[in-house]
């Protein structure tokens, strides 16, 4: 609900602070008082075009704030928390403009952009009138607004389940056919390099043993020459042995130590035969060992060339093969697959289609009905010859989406025999206007908008078309906040607040002020919407019942 508009130097206010209430508010005055510069204002402030001419004269900018209330369930909200923007039970839209037509936006002190500012008033307020159309005459909203009538709700959601998963399904299986493609193009190049890897069969720390033995072997002269003269030692030592050993078994001395003395040579000459035969078979193995250097690094270089052509270590080039082994397999078992998903896609598209035909025939069954009921509001209205339709256009199979099989337009015709139109391009401002007052009698349990307003929409009525106008819009007004401009006194007598605007003309400039009528004032104001300039008794005895009868 708006809770006040303050306008600061814009057209012909200098400064206006109105605060508005609950149900019905109308705006009389003379006709060129200036009563549209509210809604002007207004939908400034909600995110109207800006246009040069709009700051108030001898001024170089201009400003209007609108204050509205936000339930905590009202669907602003979670847009607003996409922004950024935190706001508690108000919510305040403000427009700076200048004079050279440019403009800045601010919700709760936020400068956001324009389109921002636009989204987020067009869930906080809705304008009819004679020049500018929102909300109903959008028709991106007719869809929703069809299915909400018809409380078909689950049957559109069922649609927009079934379409994302179809959808990602579909995904999926487009995924895994490239990958299978993929996967078969480079299938011989997998093929030749895992018969590369088996045939090579590199095992993790094999390039850690090859580099230990290329380093030994790369000192094998040295070891040769050592281990040679190690063994001209070692049995050279074994000789003085033995003859040490042969000479104390010769001597014929009797004494106890000495045979400790010869056991312990025998076991000293064991000893050192095992020394000996483990250097004599080093010895062999280093001399039968020429060539195995070049060995060594043949298979270290290719181990590690192998590990260079593949971008990994050489102790992954075993799980590099299984690697192979898997991609390989994963070829031969995708064509099955492929066959699954797309089974399971067909499926799916087939439940999307199943879903789709049961809301396209309660489309249908809707579209009937709500033309039926609006043109029950039409007659009273003075559109008896006028027609509102649904049309459903269908769409192209391909075409179908998570909104279904059809385009929604609410379309009209004013007159027999005329085309049908959009319902926002009818020439008539004011016929427009009760067009929407209609749709909004009917859709009014449907709509989220808290404030409503109607410029002129009385335009070109009286009588009973005027007090019909009054009634349906105190109807609206029972759970909503409704602001009129009218020149009908049959609706201002309905209002639970009603606002004069006056313009004011002075010596060097003409400005605009609003008043607020209570009592006799608001009397006097609907005697003289009923009589003209001269307000006789008269006319305020016709007021009186008018008032009376509206409280009643």
């Known amino acids: 609900m708006l809770q006040s508009l303050n306008v600061r130097d814009l057209l012909l206010l200098d400064r ?37 001419g709009q700051v108030r004269i001898g001024t170089t900018q201009g400003s209007v704030t609108a204050l509205f209330t936000l339930p905590p369930d009202h669907p602003a909200r979670p847009f607003l928390a996409e922004q950024g923007i935190a706001c508690g039970e108000e919510i305040s839209l403000r427009r700076v403009v200048f004079a050279d037509g440019r403009s800045r936006g601010f919700i709760e002190d936020e400068p956001v952009a324009i389109g921002t500012l636009e989204r987020v008033g067009r869930d906080l307020a809705e304008v009819h009138g004679q020049f500018e159309q929102r909300g109903l005459a959008d028709p991106t909203r007719h869809r929703a607004l069809l299915d909400a009538f018809g409380g078909h709700e689950a049957e559109a959601e069922a649609v927009r389940r079934a379409w994302q998963a179809w959808r990602d399904m579909r995904t999926r299986l487009d995924e895994r056919k490239r990958a299978a493609d993929q996967a078969a193009a480079d299938e011989e190049r997998l093929r030749a390099h895992l018969a590369e890897l088996e045939k090579f069969g590199a095992v993790p720390g094999e390039e850690e043993e090859l580099a230990k033995e290329r380093q030994r072997l790369q000192t094998r002269d040295r070891q040769i020459a050592l281990f040679d003269e190690a063994a001209k030692g070692l049995a050279d030592a074994a000789e003085r042995l033995a003859n040490t050993q042969r000479k104390l078994d010769r001597s014929g001395v009797d004494d106890p130590s000495l045979e400790q003395i010869v056991d312990g040579l025998e076991r000293a000459s064991s000893e050192l035969a095992d020394v000996e ?100 509001e ?20 391909e075409a179908y989406g998570q909104e279904g099989a059809e385009r929604v337009a609410f379309e009209v015709r004013t007159n027999p025999g005329q085309p049908f139109g959009p319902i926002g391009k009818i020439a008539s401002g004011g016929e427009l206007a009760r067009f929407m007052l209609a749709l909004k009698v009917v859709l009014a349990r449907l709509q989220p908008v808290g404030t409503l307003v109607f410029d002129e929409i009385d335009a070109g009525t009286g009588g009973a078309t005027a ?3 009054g009634e349906r819009l105190a109807r609206l007004a029972a759970d909503r906040q409704v602001l009129v401009v009218t020149h009908a006194p049959q609706v201002a007598a309905r209002a639970q607040s009603h606002l004069r605007v006056v313009k004011v003309q002075e010596e060097d400039r003409t400005r605009v002020t609003v008043e ?19 307000i006789t008794a008269a006319a305020r005895a016709a007021a009186d019942s008018l008032l009376q009868d509206a409280v009643g």
């Open 277 to 376: 035969r483990a250097t004599a078979e080093r010895l062999r193995e280093l001399i039968h060992a020429e060539g195995r250097l070049d060995e060594v690094e043949e298979r270290l270089f290719a181990l590690r060339a192998l590990a260079r052509k593949h971008r990994v270590s050489a102790d992954q080039l075993e799980g590099l093969q299984d690697e192979f082994v898997a991609a390989l397999a994963q070829i031969e078992t995708g064509a099955a697959d492929i066959v699954r998903l797309e089974a399971e896609t067909k499926a799916l598209h087939e439940r999307f289609l199943d879903t789709v035909k049961a809301l396209s025939a309660a489309r249908e069954r809707a579209a009937q009905t709500l033309g039926a009921a609006v043109a029950a």
């Open 16 to 52: 206006l602070d109105l605060e508005f209430g609950e149900g019905l508010t109308t705006l009389t005055g003379e006709t060129g008082a200036g009563k549209s510069i509210l809604l002007d204002c207004l939908g400034l402030a909600t995110g109207a075009r800006a246009e040069r």
């Open 467 to 469: 007090d019909a106008i």
């Open 378 to 397: 039409l007659a009273p209205l003075k559109l008896e010859r006028a027609t509102l339709r649904v049309t459903l256009t269908p769409l192209e199979p």
């Open 516 to 534: 607020r009528l209570e009592g006799e004032e608001r009397r006097d104001e609907v005697a003289r919407m009923l009589a003209g300039a001269q």
